[in-house]
């Protein structure tokens, strides 16, 4: 067999199945309504969670970049691809989260993998060596694909069952005798299939116990989570308590592209010098870093953005449960819409978007089998009459498909 006819007969086993991907093209910019086949539609698929992709405000911003700075920069950091603008933004990030330093990346997937790479595999001083990594098991695909490029014999790496904080002291527990260079626990600050919320508070206890450095990868936390959109430590009282924050500029902060690591000034130096997607990489486009700025200038100066995005989520949350769905409970903007079967979620997507919601499915093996959802992404660019819209929607075709009494 060819290694074409091998992709065809998975393609073919994913289509029977009900589990194949398909993309529908917007003809339109993204926001809270969206046009697809010529038809507007309420959003509820996009990070777009405060409203910021086609901000007004963020599109001057980035048109003024590109008029300024221009398209690109053909180059990585060190050589040529360093402006000011970058220096700007990556200060303007540290100071909204509190931390002495931030380096920028093409996404948070790169940063991740920067990050894990170089910090297990490096000598840093130290002729022989071993670090150990407890990581949620349920934390980000970028997460775990940065640890599989640490070095077997220089990383334990161990899972913790998900926020299962007596699992994590156990293991720590049992490990403190042990003469690690480094002990990390790295967890996502928002887990994006559930929507939940990592305890920080306990981690950051037990970290400090157990001698431990404390990683979040907070893209769906950063610009949602907290009174001012600082994320999930600031939701909970731990900013400036996390040692290693990884974000990113293509969700809640304009919705385009880029990610960063931030954290002490002595991790950053060090990740410009050893984080090889940084390295190897061409740097952010003008017009992203000035869009970007100009969408985290957006959020500390109007207040009410947040408070929109919090009171949208809560009022969805209240009413797709009247209707009769079953959710998992939460105060994210993340709101799976819980089904079971993978054709479920498939066919209420399609009939959804029929109806006007867009709206897309989850299934085996983005999350465990038998549990198979809708994930509705709530928007502080959502109006009232929007949601509603979305909820007549909801409740047409949870009918029709026998879903909801």
Not at 165 to 193: C, H, N, P
Not at 317 to 339: N, S
């Amino acid at each position: 067999m060819t290694a074409n006819e091998l992709f065809a007969a998975e393609l073919k086993r994913l289509e029977d199945s009900k589990t194949f991907k398909y993309e529908t093209a917007l003809e339109s910019a993204q926001g809270g309504v969206v046009q697809v086949n010529g038809k507007k539609v309420v959003m509820l698929a996009s990070n777009n969670y405060l409203g910021m992709s086609n901000h007004p405000v963020v599109r001057k911003a980035a048109i003024k970049g590109l008029t300024r700075f221009g398209y690109g920069l053909a180059s990585v950091r060190f050589l040529t691809g360093t402006q000011t603008i970058h220096l700007e933004l990556e200060k303007k990030i540290s100071k909204f989260l509190k931390t002495e330093d931030t380096i920028l990346f093409s996404s948070s997937f790169a940063a991740n993998v920067a990050f894990f790479s170089a910090i297990t595999n490096e000598k840093l001083g130290y002729e022989t060596y071993k670090d150990v990594i407890y990581s949620d098991r349920l934390n980000h695909a970028s997460i775990i694909d940065g640890q599989r490029l640490c070095k077997a014999e220089v990383v334990d790496r161990k899972i913790y069952n998900h926020a299962d904080m007596a699992d994590l002291e156990r293991q720590l527990e049992e490990d403190k005798g042990k003469d690690y260079r480094i002990r990390m626990i790295a967890t996502d600050g928002v887990f994006s299939m559930e929507g939940d919320l990592a305890p920080l508070p306990r981690i950051v206890e037990l970290a400090k116990r157990y001698g431990a450095v404390v990683f979040i990868d907070d893209a769906h936390g950063i610009g949602v989570c907290g009174k001012t959109g600082r994320g999930t430590a600031e939701h909970f009282g731990v900013l400036g308590q996390i040692d290693f924050i990884v974000g990113t500029l293509g969700k809640a902060i304009g919705g385009a592209a880029g990610g960063f690591i931030s954290g002490s000034r002595e991790m950053v130096t060090y990740m410009r010098q050893k984080g090889r997607p940084y390295i190897f990489s061409n740097s952010l486009p003008p017009s992203i870093v000035c869009g970007t700025m100009a969408a985290f200038d957006l959020l500390q100066k109007d207040k009410s953005i947040v408070r929109r995005l919090h009171d949208n989520t809560a009022y969805f949350r209240a009413e797709i449960v009247k209707l009769g769905f079953r959710i998992i409970d939460g105060t994210h903007p993340i709101v799976p819409i819980m089904l079971g079967e993978a054709s479920i979620a498939q066919d209420m997507s399609t009939r959804l978007l029929k109806a006007g919601v867009y709206i897309k499915g989850l299934w085996y093996p983005v999350v465990p089998k038998g549990e198979a959802r809708l994930r509705a992404q709530i928007s502080a660019g959502l109006t009232r009459s929007d949601i509603d819209r979305s909820l007549v929607a909801f409740k047409k075709v949870g009918k029709k498909m026998k879903v909801i009494g």
